[in-house]
């Protein structure tokens, strides 16, 4: 019988060496899990029920199991190669085959799915307008389309929409005092009036008369001459007399120029138009006499000598605390007609732009003026110029317009035996029965594993086990093989008996 023993220990040292060579090959397989081979003793069965005189009659190879141990984590310049820490498998998906596998190793095809080198494909969650929409996994596909520009006020995918602003007003500020210094009639019959502002420069505003030479009683809060015209109406010496002026750009109400002199601060950002055209939005801030109020204008692709609204957009009021007791938000309509339309420059935008100004967070206190945050929700249009995947899975897609849109999420799948997982090869496993079915979900839910792009998962052999484990093996080949030599010893001298 000892040659029986010796035959199956030769048999199964040989596999066991199989299987540790297959582990060495594989050290720099990316995602590859080490196996181990398992024996187990053989013996014959007892007829007779019992066991204390029982000699085994060798070894068999109960299982070769694959270590499903964490490798460690190496970063690549690829930002489709994904790792995952932890739980769980990547979905593949062949021709409508499933597998999967802890190699994440991925590219773009033509299509635009996201491919391993077989040429099978990654699924997730889809995403409709930027947001994810979990339902049945299906292959992920990456639009290359162009952003569409999005108008300010009417982002749904943002957190908030319009304009948010926090600034910090000074409550030492003191209120602007505009005064009509001089209301001569110069000769060429035209209304000249030089106003100034808390003392300093003055500031000149004319309106053209056409058949008046008298001197024009009354007064006139509106006077520029510039792409469009109306009507104001001024009375002189009991006539009335019609001039003309320029309406303000994008604002009704009466305007005075937005002069360092007549106002106390001033900040501006970009806000968008349906088409993504961006116009300059420009807020001013004025200190009235009531403790703790400003007025706030508004002008739009103003320069330095547009005006701004007299009657303001709004009013903030702070409590003793320097916080806002009242006025915020403000709502705000703009007419791109009254800025462009006359030069035909809206460009087949929407003229129109409506969106509330949240002012939360802003402040009244005895400190510098500053700006702390000036954001808005549109933006211009974009290409695609580069991609990521968040540790949720979420794969954004990275814009020349400086923003970021979901375009899809990455899934994960574990399983109650994951040693009873089938291999495929290709660093590819299919459920069985063993293993039981996938479980799928996002990455950081449940017990899924979190995934970082640019980054695999190296193999988890330990190449100083493993060739430790070679000359084990070795040796006990050459052992069982001593044990067959001694068995035919053994025959030999029985066949030398005479």
Partial sequence: MAFQQALSGLNVAGKAIDVTSHNIANASTVGYKASSAHFA???????????????????????????????????????LDISINGAGFF?????????????????LDKSGYIINDQNMRLTGYPAQAGIVVP??????????????????????????????????????????????ADAAVPTGANVATNVTANGGTAAQATAASTAYDAAIAGSQTQAQAAQ????????????????TAARTAGMSGANYSPDPQSYNYSTALSIFDTLGNAHTLTMFFEKT??????????????????????????????????????????????????????????NG??????????FTGTTQFGNSFGTNRLEQDGYTAGNLIGLSVGSD?????????????????????????????QSQGNNQWTESSDSGPALIGAPKTSSLGVLSSSTVEESNVDLTSELVNLITNQRNYQANAQSIKTQDQVLQTLVNLR
């Fill in 135 to 180: 339902s049945t996994p299906q292959p992920l596909q990456i639009s290359a389309s162009d952003l569409a520009p999005v108008a300010t006020g009417t982002n749904v995918a943002s957190s908030f929409r319009g304009v948010k602003a926090n600034v910090q007003l000074d409550a030492r500020s003191t209120t602007p005092e505009v005064t009509w």
């Fill in 228 to 243: 469009a015209a109306y009507d104001a109406v001024i009375a002189a010496g009991g006539s009335v007399l019609s001039a």
């Fill in 41 to 79: 003793d053989v013996y014959a069965a007892s007829l007779n029920g019992s066991g204390a005189s029982q000699i085994g009659i060798g070894v068999n190879l109960a299982a070769v199991q694959q270590q499903f141990t964490q490798g460690n984590i190496t970063a690549t310049n690829n930002p």
């Fill in 289 to 346: 006499t009531a403790s703790g109020e400003w007025d706030v204008h508004f002008t739009v692709d103003g320069t330095s000598n547009d005006y701004v609204t007299v009657t303001p957009a709004g009013t903030l009021t702070f409590d003793t605390l320097g916080q806002i007791a009242s006025g915020n938000p403000m709502s705000l309509q703009i007419d791109l007609n009254n800025v462009m339309g006359a030069l035909g420059k809206t």
């Fill in 349 to 358: 935008a929407d003229p129109v732009m409506s969106f509330d100004i949240d």
């Fill in 393 to 421: 899975g979420i794969i954004l897609g990275r814009y020349s317009n400086g923003q970021t849109f979901a375009q899809g999420q990455v899934v994960l799948a574990n399983f109650t035996n994951p040693n009873g997982l």
């Fill in 91 to 107: 979905r593949m998906d062949s021709n409508g085959a499933v597998t999967f596998t802890r190699s994440g190793q991925f590219h």
